[in-house]
C-alpha cells in the first residue's frame, strides 16, 4: 500500500472526488423528474456504466489483437483487466436497468435493444473468463483468450442489429405508469448525466488499472516461484548424483 | 482456387469417412434435437395456435443446443487420436484446414436437420418444410459452422471442454438464432421471402462476418 505510487493516489483522489460531486448532483441537486419522479435518478448511475462496459469491450478488442501482433504479455493483461471491469460494470447496467424499468415500464425485463445486447455480451464475456480460469496459464492461454475476446468484439455490432430488429418485431409490453413518457436529457439533468459518465469512466480506468497492475504481479510472483522450484529441483538433482556417488560402494558392499 | 477447393473438399472427406464408419456426430445430433422437441411437446400444452407460436423457437433452441454436442465432437476426436499435429504437419494452409473443418460440419449439421425437421413437423403439427424454410436452415447451419468450428478448435484443449464450447458458442450465435427463428415464424404464419428479408439479410452478414474472421482467427488457434 505504501508503495502506491504517487500518480495512482492522485488518480484514486481524483476517482473519489469526481464520485463525491456525482453523489451529490444526483441525490441532492438535480431536481426530480416530473414524470418518474426518483427512480429516474438510477438513470444517473444506468447510462454512465453502460458506457463503461461498452469501452471495456473496445478495450478488450484492442488489447486482444495488439497480443496477437506483438504477443507482449501486457496486452493480455490489459485485456483481462478489460473484461474483469467491463463485466462488473454490464451486470451493474442490467440491474440498475432493471430496478428502473420496473417502476417505469411495469416489467423487470424487456427486449429492449441495449439491454438485450448488454445481456449477451455478459454472458460472452462471462465465458471469455471462464475459459482463461479453466485453462493452464501460458503463452496459449493468452492466445486463444485473445480470439475468444476478438469474436466477442465482432459479434457486438452484429447482436445489436439483431436486438433492434427483434425489438422492432416485438413492440415491448411495457404497460408502466409513465411508459409513454420519455424524460429529456436537458440542462441539469444533462449536466449531471456528463459528470456521472465522466466520473465512472475515471472510476473505471482506476479500477482497471489497479486490475492490470495485480495481474502483472501474479505473472511476477508465478515466475519466481517457477525460477524458485527449478532452482530446487537443480540443487536437488545435483546432491542426489553427489550422495548416490559417494554411497555406491557401500551400496554394492 | 482449384486446388484449394479440392483441398479443403480432401479434409472434409476424412471427417465425412470417419463419421460414416462410426456416426457418432450426426446421431448425437438428431437423437438430442428428438429428445429437446420430444420434451417441449409436454413441457407445453400444444394448442394448434400455440404450437405456431413457440415451434419455431424450440426448433432452432433445439438445434443449437445439439448442434454443440456435434461440433463438440469435431476436433475432440482429432484430440484424442492425437491427429492434430498431423494435420498442422500437412503442407496446407491453416485457412483450408479451417474451412474443411467447416464443411464438415457444415454437411453433419444439415444431414441432422434433414430427420428433425420432419418429426418437428409431425410432432408440432406445423409447416416447415419449406424452399424459405430450408434456405433458411442452410444460412444457419454455416453460421453455426463457422463460429462452432472456430471455438471448437479453442476449447478442445480446455479441461472440461464440454462446458465451455457452449458457454463461448450460445451467446455468440444469438443474432443468428433470432433470425432463423424469426424467419421460420414468417414461414410458418404464411409470409413470403419479403416479409422476413431483413433477417435474411441478418443470418448473410452472420455467415460472411464469421466465416471470414474465424478463418483469419484461426491460424492463430492452430500455432505451436
Known sequence: MAALPKIRLIWLGFTAALMALTLWMVFLWVPTEINQGNIQRALYFHVPVAWTAMVAIVLIAVASVAYLK???????????????????????????????????????????AKLTTTLILFFIYVAYLMFRAYFPPGEQRRRLAAIIGLIGAIDTPIIYYGAQLWERAHPSAVVGPYSNNDSSVDGPVGLTLLVATIAFSVLFVYVASERYRLRKQEDEVMALRRAISLQALRVATTSDSTESISSAPAGGA | MGASLATVWTLARKDLLLELRSKDIVLAIVVFALL?????????????????????????????FAGVLGLNRSFAVEAEGDTLDGLMLTPVSRELIFFGKVLGNFIFITIAQVVIFPVFEALFNISVL???????????????????????????????????????FLPTSVPLIMAAVESTSAVVDGGSWGDFSEWLQLAIAFDVIFMIASAVLFQFVLEE
Do not use: H, N
Open chain 1, 70 to 112: 506483438t504477443r507482449d504479455e501486457k496486452w493480455d493483461r490489459l485485456a483481462v483487466a478489460g473484461a474483469e471491469t467491463g463485466v462488473i460494470f454490464a451486470a451493474l447496467m442490467l440491474i440498475t436497468g432493471m430496478v428502473w424499468a420496473k417502476p417505469v415500464w411495469g416489467v423487470w425485463w424487456t427486449g429492449e
Open chain 2, 36 to 64: 429437446v422437441i420430444a420434451i417441449f411437446t409436454f413441457a407445453i400444452e400444444l394448442t394448434p395456435s400455440r404450437a405456431r407460436d413457440v415451434g419455431p423457437g424450440v426448433l432452432w433452441a433445439a438445434v443449437a
Open chain 2, 130 to 168: 419449406q424452399v424459405e424454410t430450408i434456405v433458411i436452415a442452410l444460412l444457419a447451419s454455416l453460421g453455426f459452422a463457422a463460429v462452432g468450428t472456430a471455438f471448437a478448435a479453442v476449447s478442445v484443449r480446455v479441461r472440461s471442454r464440454e462446458i465451455m464450447l457452449p458457454l463461448l
